[in-house]
Each structure stands twice: as C-alpha cells, then as structure tokens.
T-cell receptor, first 114, second 109 residues
Framework: DVKVTQSSRYLVKRTGEKVFLECVQDMDHENMFWYRQDPGLGLRLIYF???????EKGDIPEGYSVSREKKERFSLILESASTNQTSMYLCASIPGLAYYNEQFFGPGTRLTVL | QKEVEQNSGPLSVPEGAIASLNCTYSDRVSQSFFWYRQYSGKSPELIMS????GDKEDGRFTAQLNKASQYVSLLIRDSQPSDSATYLCAVKGAQKLVFGQGTRLTINP
C-alpha cells in the first residue's frame, strides 16, 4: 500500500556537498511538492511541480533546485549544502490542484549538514 | 502577521475531555481548509477538510469554519491518549497550501 516514498529516512552530508533527495509516487498524481519542516516554523514550501518538466518556486526556494523528468519522480537538489539546510524534508503529491483533500506525504528525510 | 497562525502549545487535556485547537488565517479569499495530524517522527496525515462556514463532523472530530472571522478550529471529543500529536492547520491559497506552525496536543490518562 505504498503511495509516496523517499529515498532516505536519514542523511548526513558535509557543507558544500551536492545533495539529491528523491521522491516517488505510485498514484499517477499530477502535482508534487517539496516542503521542509523546522521546529516552530511548520511546513514551508520549497518547490512544486504541476507537470513533467514543469516547476514553480515556493516560499523558500533559495539554495535548492528541482527536477521532474518523469511523472512519478520529483527530485530536490541542494547545489551546495549548508548547515542552515539541516531539516526534515517532506515530499507530497496530489492528483490536481483542486484535490488537496487527497494529499499524501512521504515518510520524510531528516537531513543533517555538518 | 503570519498567513496562518496557531498556538504552538503544548495543550494538555485530560482523557475523555474535549480538545479544542484553533487557527486563524489572513487571506480573506481562502476557500479550503485542512487539519493534519502528525505523530512524533512521522509525516502529516490529513484528518479533516472543510470548505463552507459551519461545522463538519467525522467521528470524534469536528471542524468549524468562520470565514467572516477568518477562523477555523478542530474539536476532538472523548480525547484518547492516541490523539496525542501535533495538529497542523493548512489553508489553500491560489495554488498552494500554507501551513501553521502546529499545536502540540497531549492527552493525559
């Protein structure tokens, strides 16, 4: 009954490394999202994609990029990891923008940048 | 002013009592509102959605929406220890959801 998976549950990287976080959904959803979650700040949207090869910046895109080459896969890239990117990263998907009531989250990746 | 505001808590409620969680939002044109539950170390799961003014009930959960006051709440009746979690309020803007910071709820046996 797997719906949204993320490549790693825990990840430790060094400052300056290029980091790839992968998300895969098996529900044929159109829209996919990357959030980060920090204590006291809730979930903040980094990027989202409404179609293959289409992307939109969210509220905090600085220092991140994304790739969506296939409908089921949405990747978050940290070009040069910094300590302030230590966070929980959550991927989510919905069938379309009118269907947030069907949003599923992945299990999350806790990234630590040393 | 934050777009979506919640009291971060912690909110402590005795078992069997009613837990009341509140959320205010700033965008008057918002039309869709959601409550998520997040257990420690887990990802959020959707528990309620509400689109019209008034109450919407689902089992022990009731969502209440007042668009004039820009206020949405979640009531949990007969609170159980398993309801202990962080509850996130989310409001849909033009394209995306905006989340509050979450309220940590503890149900005391």
């Amino acid at each position: 009954d797997v719906k949204v998976t993320q490549s790693s549950r825990y990840l430790v990287k060094r400052t300056g490394e290029k980091v790839f976080l992968e998300c895969v959904q098996d529900m044929d959803h159109e829209n996919m999202f990357w959030y980060r979650q920090d204590p006291g700040l809730g979930l903040r949207l980094i990027y989202f994609s409404y179609d293959v090869k289409m992307k939109e910046k969210g509220d905090i895109p600085e220092g991140y990029s994304v790739s969506r080459e296939k409908k089921e896969r949405f990747s978050l890239i940290l070009e040069s990891a910094s300590t302030n990117q230590t966070s929980m990263y959550l991927c989510a998907s919905i069938p379309g923008l009118a269907y947030y009531n069907e949003q599923f989250f992945g299990p999350g990746t806790r990234l630590t940048v040393l | 002013q934050k777009e979506v505001e919640q009291n971060s808590g912690p909110l402590s409620v005795p078992e069997g009592a009613i837990a009341s969680l509140n959320c205010t939002y700033s965008d008057r044109v918002s039309q869709s509102f959601f409550w998520y539950r997040q257990y420690s170390g887990k990802s959020p799961e959707l528990i309620m959605s509400i689109y019209s003014n008034g109450d919407k009930e689902d089992g022990r959960f009731t969502a209440q929406l007042n668009k004039a006051s820009q206020y949405v709440s979640l009531l949990i009746r007969d609170s159980q220890p398993s309801d202990s979690a962080t509850y996130l309020c989310a409001v849909k803007g033009a394209q995306k959801l905006v989340f509050g910071q979450g309220t940590r709820l503890t149900i005391n046996p």
